[in-house]
């Protein structure tokens, strides 16, 4: 299944992304047949009824393959797009396959084989368990067959699939592919493919959520990590601490209930999508103060520049009993809920300002020989709860490179600073996660969030953040920080994230913020910057597949932003510097 062959795409007819490992195809026309059987190891399924939307209660491969089946009928005959964006303007029906006569040749079954048997860590994963290598092949006689390791590479295929049919543009005519034979053979390059979305800084409804688990299934993604809580709002509803989110949500009804959090996880693992969530401490953690101020020191402090990265200020004590029966109460009732569902959790630890325990009375300095071994005993404290669990904790990069701790070697820490940091990372021989703020941070380049007063606004003008410039899609996609590793620290790499931070982004612009800048990311994660040959991928091939995806995602619902003018699109020579 996996012999490398080298990726050829044809203009736009051949618009896959993320790009296959390998990929033939001809230029003969077929139709799909709106009544398509589908076969999965030779059980036919059968077309469901109700929203592909639904939550289901059970997980099993067949529900899995079933449902991902169904949304990929939709897809196709739903939300195909007309590609009259993709040619030169009137030279569309030029291209189309005739929609008369009685010559058409239909796909009427997919053949469905998973070689293997799917087993408990399917469908939550450790990094690298899920084998997702697939085939797809499409002959000249309509004959269409996937042959997938595991139920979760049934779903990649499927996305692929999708991608090969174009609505004609002749009113009821149907869908096409124009790329018969068809031979796909593909696979990830990384076992990680995140996007870490900051539902703490401004609230996001569970509907945006599961929204965005459908895009990144979309995408090849296979990880959701929602940065749950910090210094803003606590919006997890935690029964055993119900106090926390009464008075540390942003409202009443602004907080995610267990089962919302049950329902996000499900719907994740139907689509290939582990859903891992993150509680930030001990820094980031001011809104447990709204409801146990005994617990936090320089709570809501006033001369924030010196006590926090932005406000409100505050972080865990850290040499205070009551922090740790806290921790336990917390970790006890949440882990049982998530661990059914996730092989990892998600510790924080990062920007730790060593200033707040000056004022901490159960430490009173902000020496680091201090204040090291009081985080290392909290960090073991949390990490022995999330193992007992039965989940392998992440952490920030800080808690490695910053505080220089003893981490498990089951810790995967996650970089956010600099290629250096995950070079420093794998060369200390650590699991890596890469995403730096550098290239793939979503949030840059808007401008600041806060307010300045008339003395010192001169001084500030024009407001740039502090990670401006905005990344466009063209650095993202470029960005390889694995590039200068060893062969011993790249097999240390588990893969990376990208990053959207909501000081500036609610419901109302999430998805124009995020696509399809985070497609770019999830091509670089699943096809690797390089292509087979070892050259590094195209902007000029990229732009109009990704222009192409773009299409399909609006038409899915998701809003995205374009990639570019129409014009370039339909004639790629003349927008080529």
């Known amino acids: 299944m996996r012999v490398v062959a080298l990726l050829s795409l044809v203009g736009h007819a051949a618009a896959i992304w993320p790009a296959p490992q390998s990929f033939t195809n001809g230029s003969a026309a077929l139709w799909l047949a709106e009544d398509f059987r589908v076969s999965y190891n030779n059980r036919t399924l059968t077309q469901r009824i109700g929203s592909t939307k639904s939550i289901p209660t059970e997980i099993s491969s067949l529900d899995i393959v079933e449902a991902a089946v169904q949304r990929a009928r939709e897809s196709i005959f739903q939300s195909s797009i007309v590609p009259w964006k993709f040619y030169p303007r009137n030279k569309l029906d030029q291209i189309e396959p005739s929609a008369t006569g009685n010559s058409k040749i239909y796909i009427q079954k997919l053949q469905i084989t998973q070689t293997t048997i799917d087993n408990n860590s399917t469908f939550k994963p450790i990094a690298g368990e899920v ?193 740790y029966d806290f921790v336990t109460k917390l970790f006890d009732d949440v882990l049982p809920r998530v661990s059914p569902y996730s092989a990892y959790f998600h510790t924080g630890g990062d920007e730790i300002n060593t200033n707040d325990y000056l004022l901490d009375d ?145 419901p109302s612009n999430m998805d124009q913020v995020m696509w399809p800048r985070a497609s770019a990311a999830g091509e670089v994660l699943w096809s690797g910057r390089q292509d087979p040959s070892g050259q590094n991928r195209s902007q000029i091939d990229a732009a109009v597949r990704l222009s192409d995806l773009r299409e399909r995602m609006l038409l899915r619902g998701v809003g995205s932003e374009p990639i570019q003018m129409a014009y370039c699109t339909q004639y790629q020579g003349d927008c080529t510097w």
Not at 228 to 257: C, F, M, N
Request: hydrophobic share 35%; aromatic share 12%; charged share 20%.
């Open 131 to 323: 084998d997702e290598a697939y085939n797809l092949t499409i002959g000249t006689d309509g004959a269409a067959t996937i042959k997938a390791v595991s139920s979760i590479s049934v779903l990649r295929a499927l996305e692929t699939f999708t991608q090969l049919f174009y609505l004609h543009s002749g009113e009821g005519t149907g869908v096409y592919t124009n790329l018969a034979p068809v031979s796909i053979s593909d696979w990830p390059k990384f076992s990680h493919r995140g996007l870490n979305l900051d539902v703490s800084r401004n609230w996001f409804p569970k509907e945006n959520i599961l929204r965005t688990i459908d895009a990144l299934s979309w995408n090849k993604f296979n990880r959701l990590h929602i940065h749950i809580t910090d210094a803003q709002s606590w919006p997890l509803d935690v029964p055993a601490l119900p106090e926390l989110s009464q008075k540390g949500a942003y409202r009443s009804g602004y907080s995610y209930t267990p089962q919302d959090i049950k329902d996000i996880q499900i719907y994740g693992i139907y689509r290939g999508i582990e859903v891992i969530i993150e509680i930030d401490m001990p820094g980031h953690t001011t809104s447990i103060g709204f409801s146990h101020p005994d617990l936090i020191t320089t709570f809501r402090y006033q001369s924030w520049h010196d006590y926090c990265s932005e406000p409100p200020c505050g972080q865990l004590k850290l040499n205070y009993t009551p922090v």
């Open 362 to 506: 159960t430490v009173n300095s902000s020496s680091v020989s201090v204040l090291t071994p009081l985080i290392q005993k909290f960090i073991d404290h949390s990490h022995d709860l999330v193992r007992k669990a039965g989940l392998v904790p992440i952490v920030w990069e800080e808690l490695l490179i910053t505080w220089n701790l003893t981490l498990g070697k089951d810790v995967v820490v996650q970089t956010w600073l600099d290629d250096a940091s995950l070079s420093e990372v794998t060369g200390r021989g650590h699991k890596a996660l890469f995403g730096d703020y550098e290239n793939w941070y979503l949030p840059c380049g808007y401008g600041q969030w806060f307010n300045f007063n008339n003395t010192d606004a001169a001084i500030h003008y024009p407001y740039t953040d502090y990670c401006s410039p905005l990344k466009n899609w063209r650095v993202i996609y470029e960005y390889d920080p694995t590039a200068s590793l060893s062969a011993d620290q790249l097999a240390l790499v588990l893969g990376g994230e990208i990053h959207l931070w909501a000081e500036r982004s609610d």
